[in-house]
């Protein structure tokens, strides 16, 4: 289930079958920032209907498919971030215009030439605003039960987005967490 120690860079919260949240419901969130004073994530199942080109020209040819941006979180929806993850043996400290997060995905600096970036990138995705925590209270929600902390693999931040990411990141992390994946949310509806 994980605690909020073992919430650092690179991890992922799964939201829990029962939280109802409509902004957080069956969501995916990688970990970018986890500090004392509080806590910075991308929800990375959400697409939105918008196009990456229709808002970052230079960059929306190079956006993963599906090339629409998604909504990172109900945090500054107008601030735009992109995560990349990077070719095998591509180091994040080499390539200009990128802070690392964890192994091969770091943010990118969207004022830089996509030219310098894209060659060495296995994947691009956008994002329209964050998920964010004060301190301590992300410890609350996992203590509570809402999220379940989750290693990340570098292919979650690009893979095809939608409610299969929620299962599919479930399902490998074996029983009992596996066992989640077919829950209905709502026991009342079931």
Not at 57 to 66: F, L, Q, T
Not at 76 to 82: G, H, L
Not at 102 to 112: A, S
């Amino acid at each position: 289930m994980g605690t909020d120690a073992d919430v650092e860079p690179g991890t992922l919260l799964v939201a829990a079958p029962q939280l109802l949240d409509q902004n957080f419901r069956r969501t995916v969130v990688f970990i970018i920032h986890h500090r004392a004073e509080g806590t910075l994530g991308v929800v990375l199942n959400r697409p939105s209907e918008v196009s990456v080109d229709d808002v970052l020209p230079r960059w929306g040819p190079h956006a993963s498919e599906p090339q629409s941006l998604f909504v990172g979180g109900p945090v500054e929806q107008r601030t735009a971030i992109c995560l990349a993850a990077l070719r095998t043996g591509v180091d994040v400290g080499s390539v200009s215009g990128m802070i690392g997060v964890r192994g091969p995905i770091g943010l990118v600096d969207l004022d830089g030439d996509p030219a310098d970036l894209v060659p060495r990138a296995r994947g691009l995705r956008f994002f329209a605003g964050y998920a964010g925590w004060d301190a301590d209270q992300l410890a609350g929600e996992i203590d509570r039960g809402d999220w379940l902390v989750v290693p990340a693999l570098p292919d979650d931040v690009i893979a095809p987005p939608g409610p299969e990411l929620w299962g599919r990141v479930l399902r490998r992390q074996g029983p009992p967490l596996a066992f989640l994946a077919t829950h209905p949310g709502d026991v009342k509806l079931n």
